[in-house]
């Protein structure tokens, strides 16, 4: 089992920065891929950004060039930089860790889940 907390959200002005991070607690070794996703209001859950155990990464074409994840597998750590911030970037942001567990004698994937941390681009 894994906790997530996040923390970072803030309120910020267009064309300003923003640093997202995200601490995952418990059984850290089963984390896989871990992950940003965000919801504005009155719209679904949408993926932002990726990164594997090899640290692989994945961008979603709104953020491509103005977004970059990282992680510390180790202490089981990802964070979240975005630059040249848009009012459509605003949203609750929500840290994602995919683990590999055993239930019982059976292997299962999980997916949990932060808080979520509000991001407000206005001037």
């Known amino acids: 089992q894994v906790q997530l907390v996040e923390a970072g959200g803030g309120l910020v002005q267009p064309g300003g920065s923003l640093r997202l991070s995200c601490a995952a607690s418990g059984n850290i070794a089963s984390i896989n891929t871990m992950g940003w996703y965000r919801q504005a209001p009155g719209k679904q859950r949408e993926l932002v950004a990726t990164?594997?155990?090899?640290?692989?990464?994945f961008y979603t074409d709104s953020v491509k060039g103005r977004a970059t994840i990282s992680r510390d597998s180790e202490k089981g750590t990802v964070s979240l930089r975005m630059d040249t911030l848009k009012p459509e970037d605003t949203a609750v942001y929500y840290c994602?860790?995919?683990?590999?567990?055993?239930?019982?004698?059976?292997?299962?994937?999980?997916?949990?889940w932060g808080q979520g941390t509000q991001v407000t681009v206005s001037s």
């Open positions: 990164i594997s155990s090899s640290d692989s990464t």
């Open positions: 994602n860790a995919e683990t590999v567990e055993y239930s019982g004698y059976q292997l299962r994937r999980y997916n949990y």
